[in-house]
């Protein structure tokens, strides 16, 4: 076979096969925890790599995936809070920073709740 035509084959098949998004897949209670589960090549109109971290005092969860529609949000209650953040390059949602609540909300709260109890 000529030459030419063994690279014309392979410069054509390169567009073909580097156009489907991965991402990492996976739900656990830490960030590396998470990325260390995996990852899946986004199929049927899945063209975004979306994180979702969800945070209370207590824990976090960190759930990774592909997703077809993703809104970036990030809303900070007194209990806890919940951060989307969503990408569109290969393996870009490897990060994931859990917006914890701020300590002097929960000093304030903790202080509040003492002196209406008589503490």
């Known amino acids: 076979m000529d030459c030419r035509v063994i690279i014309f ?7 073909s096969l580097g156009n489907a998004l991965m991402c990492y897949k996976c739900t656990a209670s830490s960030n590396s925890a998470c990325n260390l ?25 960190y ?9 970036p949000t990030n809303i900070n ?3 806890g809070s919940t951060k989307v953040s969503c990408c569109t390059t290969d393996l ?3 990060s994931g920073s859990p917006r914890r609540v701020a300590s002097i909300i929960v000093a304030t709260a903790m202080a509040l709740i003492s002196s209406a109890v008589g503490f």
């Open 92 to 94: 870009c949602n490897v």
């Open 37 to 61: 589960q995996g990852n899946e090549t986004c199929s049927g109109g899945n063209g975004t790599c979306m994180t979702t971290v969800f945070s209370t005092f207590v824990y976090s969860t």
């Open 9 to 15: 084959v392979l410069f054509v098949s390169s567009f």
């Open 77 to 79: 209650l007194y209990v």
């Open 63 to 71: 759930t990774k995936s592909c997703a077809s529609l993703c809104t």
